[in-house]
Nanobody
Framework: QVQLVESGGGLVQAGDSLRLSCVAS????????MGWFRQAPGKEREFVAA????????YYADFAKGRFTISRDNANNLVYLQMNSLKPEDTAVYYC??????????????????WGQGTQVTVSS
C-alpha cells in the first residue's frame, strides 16, 4: 500500500506561484510513475503532469506546458508540482497519484493505483 498526502495549496492571485508537494509513505516511490491531476467544480478530473520513476521523463498537459514543472525526490519519497503564472482557470483540487512503473498511460487516471486526498488551489483574478 502507498499513502499519498498533498500539501501546498492555497488562495493566490493571478500571476502568483505555488509549489505543491506530495509525500508518500508505506512504500518507496522509486518504482512508481507519479502524476498530478486536478478537478474543478462541475468538471471531470484532468491530467496535469507526470514524471517517470527515475525522473528522466516528464509529461505535461498543454495548459501546463511552460508554466508548471513536475519533479521528484525519490530518496525522500517526495513529488512536487511547481506552478507559475497561475490563472483563475487553474482553480481546482489538485491530486497526486502513483502508477506502477510501465503500467498503462501516464495521462489516464485509470492507470494510477494510489491517490492522495487532494489540495485546494484557488486563483483569484
Amino acid at each position: 500500500q502507498v499513502q499519498l498526502v498533498e500539501s501546498g495549496g492555497g488562495l493566490v492571485q493571478a500571476g502568483d506561484s505555488l509549489r505543491l508537494s506530495c509525500v508518500a509513505s508505506g512504500r518507496f516511490l522509486s518504482n512508481y510513475g507519479m502524476g498530478w491531476f486536478r478537478q474543478a467544480p462541475g468538471k471531470e478530473r484532468e491530467f496535469v503532469a507526470a514524471i517517470s520513476w527515475r525522473g528522466i521523463n516528464t509529461y505535461y498537459a498543454d495548459f501546463a506546458k511552460g508554466r508548471f514543472t513536475i519533479s521528484r525526490d525519490n530518496a525522500n519519497n517526495l513529488v512536487y508540482l511547481q506552478m507559475n503564472s497561475l490563472k483563475p482557470e487553474d482553480t481546482a483540487v489538485y491530486y497526486c497519484a502513483a502508477r506502477p512503473s510501465g503500467s498503462g498511460s501516464y495521462a489516464n487516471s485509470d492507470s494510477y493505483d494510489y491517490w492522495g486526498q487532494g489540495t485546494q488551489v484557488t486563483v483569484s483574478s
